[in-house]
């Protein structure tokens, strides 16, 4: 989970771990750490936030799908703007949620966890 709010992290993490215990190891990281930690980790699934004021999300998009061409990358960020949407999917993203859709989000990983 790259996401520059430590709030957001904590929530997700949260959610997850409740749905899932500690069956699955998750790591969260701020926005501008996520590329060197998803080269580390080699995680089945990204959950990345694209942060309003810089886009430097996008940048951390097309960066990890240059570097993990197989790794599935999910956008979960505030941001409802239908150009940004299509901006991620067509940088690499598989899904694009929105923050009020943790629900979809959780469903997600939990299909994507059993396909491993």
């Known amino acids: 989970m790259a996401d520059d709010s430590e709030v957001e ?16 190891v998750v790591k969260a990281c701020a926005t501008r750490m996520a ?4 080269q580390h980790w080699h995680p089945n699934f990204v959950v990345l936030d694209v942060p309003v004021p810089h886009r430097d999300g996008i940048h951390v998009l097309r960066q990890i799908r240059r570097k993990s061409p197989s790794a599935v990358i999910i956008i979960f960020t505030a941001d409802p703007s239908v150009v940004l949407q299509e901006v991620c999917l067509e940088a690499g993203a598989n899904y694009y949620l929105h923050k009020t859709q943790l629900r979809e989000l959780i469903d997600i990983c939990s299909d994507l966890l059993l396909r491993v």
């Open 9 to 24: 992290r904590e929530q997700v993490l949260r959610t997850f771990f409740q749905v899932h215990g500690d069956s699955v």
């Open 35 to 38: 590329v060197e930690e998803i």
